[in-house]
């Protein structure tokens, strides 16, 4: 069952969706423009980790994109920034009021960045989404248009904050994410090689748990000690890594047959 940190009370409530079988999700994106334009994009990063999560635990997730008044070239452009990223299109895009609609029913998760109010009158869990920032310079509405960093880096580097604490994406938080993810790439290519071997219950019951949660912080660290854990075989950390990142959304396996 997915937790999320409910604004509402400041305490972690269940996700029960109104339909069952089905999670609907509204992402409250702010103005895309100037360093909200980041913050945009971490909103719909979260909603699109509710999603996949939500997805993990077979349930079917409808996200809808709520804004205000944004231009069309403004909008298409934080959705390009966000495809980027490796976020899935949302189903639409609603003024709040006209998200039921949308959604065909009530939605059962608000994502929304802090200092919005457009949904406390609303139904369903309100999850506050910390501002995120870039460097100066890159904080357009879609900071990647530089290609300055691998688009997925920057998800990396959002995804090891807690989503409700601020997300200061320094030049070095950037390149150690971007080593990082470079280093694990290689890894799964090289456990892809041996012999598979089924993900040890105690780390399937880590990584469930951390994902209840939307805790991706703790995912990481996880993956990260186990790395060089000797204890694990490696076809145990292949599958481990490749069904952690059906939410991180870090393309691990992407490096798969490539020369070494």
């Given at each position: 069952m997915l937790r999320l940190r409910n604004s509402r009370t400041g305490s972690y409530a269940e996700v029960k969706p109104v339909q069952p079988g089905l999670l609907r999700v509204c992402a409250h994106v702010p103005e895309a423009a100037g360093e909200s334009g980041v913050t945009a994009l971490r909103v719909l990063l979260v909603a699109d980790l509710v999603a996949r999560v939500a997805e993990l635990g077979h349930l079917q997730a409808l996200t809808v994109l709520v804004t205000a008044d944004e231009s069309a070239e403004r909008m298409s452009e934080l959705e390009s920034a966000a495809?980027?990223?490796?976020?899935h299109p949302p189903a639409g895009r609603a003024r709040s009021g006209n998200a039921p609609a949308l959604l065909g029913g009530p939605a059962d998760v608000h994502v929304i960045s802090n200092g919005n109010d457009k949904a406390d009158d609303q139904g369903g869990v309100v999850t506050r989404v910390g501002d995120a920032h870039m460097p100066r310079g890159r904080g357009t509405a879609n900071p990647l248009l530089d290609r300055e960093h691998d688009p997925l880096t920057v998800r990396f580097a959002m995804l090891?904050?807690?989503?409700?604490?601020?997300?200061e994406l320094t030049d070095d938080v950037l390149a150690d994410a971007s080593e990082t993810a470079g280093d694990w790439r290689r890894w799964v290519a090289r456990w892809s090689e041996s012999p598979s071997r089924p993900v040890p219950p105690d780390l399937s019951k880590a990584v469930r748990a951390a994902f209840r949660d939307l805790d991706t912080p703790s995912a990481i660290a996880l993956l990260r000690g186990l790395v060089h854990d000797d204890s694990v075989p490696s076809g145990a950390k292949f599958e481990t890594f490749v069904y952690t990142d059906r939410v991180l959304g870090l393309e691990l396996p992407?490096?798969?047959?490539?020369?070494v």
């Open positions: 495809d980027a990223l490796g976020i090891s904050f807690p989503v409700h604490q601020a997300a992407r490096d798969i047959g490539k020369p």
